[in-house]
């Protein structure tokens, strides 16, 4: 948050790189949120983040040196990583992250109804067809497979 000039959780957007406990701290301790959109998973399976300030468009991307996680997670390795200067514990980048209006924190800006499956798919996701816009499980396929349909 320093190297991007913001610790206000309005004027940040937080790319978190994998769905383990740094999704966590990270909301916790920037006070940005998924259901706020202000924190977004993008799940490379890494121990690294992006930050960017919306107002300014500074971002860094913000890594684990591998020397780090190879310490092992026990009590006293944890303990003594809180002492480690964060160079040596860190990397980072400045980078930029293309962004789109439907991208940003607030209201939805798009909605449209899938021509296939008839859900609403919000803020842009849809894709589009000859038969209409598409939710992206309709277009690409799923991460489920529907076993019955209720309702």
């Known amino acids: 948050m320093e190297l991007i000039g913001t610790s206000d959780p309005r004027q940040m957007i937080v790319f978190i790189e994998n769905d383990r406990c740094i999704a966590d701290a990270i909301q916790i301790v920037t006070g940005t949120r998924m259901g706020r959109r202000s924190a977004k998973l993008i799940n490379y399976g890494k121990m690294a983040a992006t930050f960017l300030n919306t107002e300014t468009a500074v971002a860094y ?66 894709v589009c067809s000859d038969a209409g816009p598409l939710c992206p499980s309709c277009a690409h396929g799923s991460y489920y497979e529907i076993l019955e349909e209720r309702g």
Do not use: Q
């Not at 092992?72 to 962004?99: C, H, N, Q």
């Not at 800006?109 to 996701?125: I, L």
């Open 61 to 126: 991307r913000i890594n684990v040196r591998h020397v780090a996680l190879d310490a092992g997670y026990s009590k006293d390795t944890i303990r003594r990583i809180l002492d480690v200067p964060d160079a040596e514990l860190l990397a980072w980048k400045r980078v930029r992250v293309p962004m789109e209006p439907e991208d940003f924190p607030g209201r939805p800006r798009r909605t449209v109804n899938c021509a296939r499956c008839g859900e609403k798919v919000f803020d842009g996701r849809d």
